[in-house]
């Protein structure tokens, strides 16, 4: 998958991860690049300064995603590159209050549904297109002391599985992006703890990522991994998955320690 003359769409592009790609994404020379954010004003900033186009767009909202990527389409052509990347991060255990929970589905999961189900015909009918789905390594590996959004982004994860394993012998490529821990306001997740300072030391920068994202689709790599050790971790629960359960167990109760460090 190579940027250069491609048609891009990028959710949550505003700010973070998102920014960071739809800027490298123009300097890999990316024809036409749409920078959509729920904070419209910041979408529009980001396009503004790397020759796009910058709307606001709730991803959530199924009939907005559909009439948006549909504009798209008849003024541009099909999309080549889908980056579903809009996210929130919600902390907590499994008493989080309903309405929070559906929340964190419905951007986290439902709003690649829904840009995958507007695409995809333009995509099929033009034989090639690529989906890039940011994930997290919560997809993989869960993620300590945030129920929600380690459930939907394991969702995520089995939503590009499989998109893949369905439409990749039609010329679909898809990668999921898989960071651990990337310099961004959802680190305040994990609040004024220890935890926070152990996530802060291992943190990666938005540049960080946007340079992997581009390296993994080069080599149209299914998962990216800007943390290289996620791949052991990943191999490590795989292979024992017990083990990894009582590690797990363990390291929640470190980080829940306030002489942790």
């Known amino acids: 998958m190579n940027v250069q003359d491609q048609l891009v769409f990028v959710t949550g592009g505003g700010s973070?991860?998102?920014?960071?790609?739809?800027?490298?994404?123009?300097?890999?020379?990316?024809?036409?690049?749409?920078?959509?954010?729920?904070?419209?004003?910041?979408?529009?900033?980001?396009?503004?300064?790397?020759?796009?186009?910058?709307?606001?767009?709730?991803?959530?909202?199924?009939?907005?995603?559909?009439?948006?990527?549909?504009?798209?389409?008849?003024?541009?052509?099909?999309?080549?590159?889908?980056?579903?990347?809009?996210?929130?991060?919600?902390?907590?255990?499994?008493?989080?209050?309903?309405?929070?929970?559906?929340?964190?589905?419905?951007?986290?999961?439902?709003?690649?549904?829904?840009?995958?189900?507007?695409?995809?015909?333009?995509?099929?009918?033009?034989?090639?297109?690529?989906?890039?789905?940011?994930?997290?390594?919560?997809?993989?590996?869960?993620?300590?002391?945030?129920?929600?959004y380690a459930v939907t982004k394991h969702a995520a994860l089995a939503l590009a599985e499989w998109v893949s394993m369905t439409y990749g012998k039609q010329g679909i490529g898809v990668s999921a992006l898989c960071p651990q821990f990337v310099d961004t306001p959802m680190l305040d997740l994990f609040g004024e703890s220890a935890s926070q300072e152990w996530v802060r030391s291992i943190a990666i920068t938005t540049d960080d990522v946007a340079n992997a994202v581009i390296e993994g689709l080069a080599a149209e790599r299914f998962l990216i991994l800007p943390h290289p050790e996620v791949e052991t971790f990943f191999q490590n629960k795989a292979n024992d998955y017990d083990r990894w359960l009582g590690g797990m167990r363990k390291l929640n109760e470190q980080l829940n320690n306030p002489q942790f460090d």
């Open 16 to 148: 973070g991860i998102g920014e960071a790609l739809s800027r490298r994404f123009a300097d890999e020379g990316a024809a036409t690049i749409v920078v959509t954010d729920l904070d419209g004003d910041a979408a529009e900033r980001v396009a503004t300064d790397i020759g796009g186009t910058g709307l606001g767009l709730d991803v959530s909202d199924e009939e907005a995603v559909t009439s948006t990527i549909a504009s798209i389409e008849k003024d541009h052509g099909p999309i080549g590159l889908l980056a579903n990347n809009a996210g929130i991060a919600t902390g907590g255990s499994v008493d989080v209050p309903t309405a929070l929970w559906q929340k964190t589905w419905d951007v986290n999961v439902m709003a690649h549904v829904y840009a995958i189900r507007a695409a995809l015909p333009g995509m099929l009918a033009n034989g090639s297109g690529y989906i890039l789905s940011t994930v997290s390594a919560a997809g993989l590996l869960t993620n300590i002391g945030a129920a929600p």
